[in-house]
T-cell receptor, first 112, second 112 residues
Framework: GDSVTQMEGPVTLSEEAFLTINCTYT??????LFWYVQYPGEGLQLLLK?????DKGSNKGFEATYRKETTSFHLEKGSVQVSDSAVYFC???????????FGTGTRLQVFP | DAGVTQSPTHLIKTRGQQVTLRCSPK?????VSWYQQALGQGPQFIFQ???????QRGNFPDRFSGHQFPNYSSELNVNALLLGDSALYLC???????????FGDGTRLSIL
């Protein structure tokens, strides 16, 4: 079945460092891809999305490009802030269903 | 514009009991999905309701059931609670056939 694999965390960075969180997927057909963020004690917030190959999703300085050839959707940010500390989830919807399939999440910790 | 609201925020039950969780979707949304998020894991899809019927179901036992009301709000019921049911239960709403899903802050269920 469809699945998402994320790099394990925690990822620990200093403020203004470059961030990459790897995400690869397995899916039949052409899934839509998402990054969600979860701050402590809160639900999930959509960070960005891409619906077809080569699309680039972007929001709040974060970017991810839908790479069909490598089945990847890696999250990047050029300069992280302490306020970016959270858990990041890669997810997909595929086929004729709109249920979200999530990875296990990657915790990001940014220190001043 | 109110987002997705869930109640209660926290709940403590004992094994064998039954529980009902509630969700009000974001204004304008007609589809409600429920997810279970165990500690340190990504959310797992339980089921989805649209037009007051269960449309999709994940790999959860029949102890998990739900309902959707004419005003699109929804309930998740879990019978014969097990220790393993301890988790954050997330509700997400959307407009049928559209993404993204918008999440509430969840109900934290603890089973003693």
């Amino acid at each position: 079945g469809d699945s998402v694999t994320q790099m394990e965390g925690p990822v620990t960075l200093s403020e203004e460092a470059f961030l990459t969180i790897n995400c690869t997927y397995t899916a039949t057909g052409y899934p839509s891809l998402f990054w969600y963020v979860q701050y402590p004690g809160e639900g999930l917030q959509l960070l960005l999305k891409a619906t077809k190959a080569d699309d680039k999703g972007s929001n709040k300085g974060f970017e991810a490009t839908y790479r069909k050839e490598t089945t990847s959707f890696h999250l990047e940010k050029g300069s992280v802030q302490v306020s970016d500390s959270a858990v990041y989830f890669c997810a997909l919807t595929g086929g004729n269903t709109d249920k979200l399939i999530f990875g296990t999440g990657t915790r990001l910790q940014v220190f001043p | 514009d109110a987002g997705v609201t869930q109640s209660p925020t926290h709940l403590i039950k004992t094994r064998g009991q039954q529980v009902t969780l509630r969700c009000s979707p974001k204004s304008g949304h007609d589809t409600v999905s429920w997810y279970q998020q165990a500690l340190g894991q990504g959310p797992q899809f339980i089921f989805q309701y649209y037009e007051e019927e269960e449309r999709q179901r994940g790999n959860f036992p029949d102890r998990f059931s739900g309902h959707q009301f004419p005003n699109y709000s929804s309930e998740l019921n879990v019978n014969a609670l097990l220790l393993g049911d301890s988790a954050l239960y997330l509700c997400a709403s959307s407009l049928r056939g559209d993404q993204p899903q918008h999440f509430g802050d969840g109900t934290r269920l603890s089973i003693l």
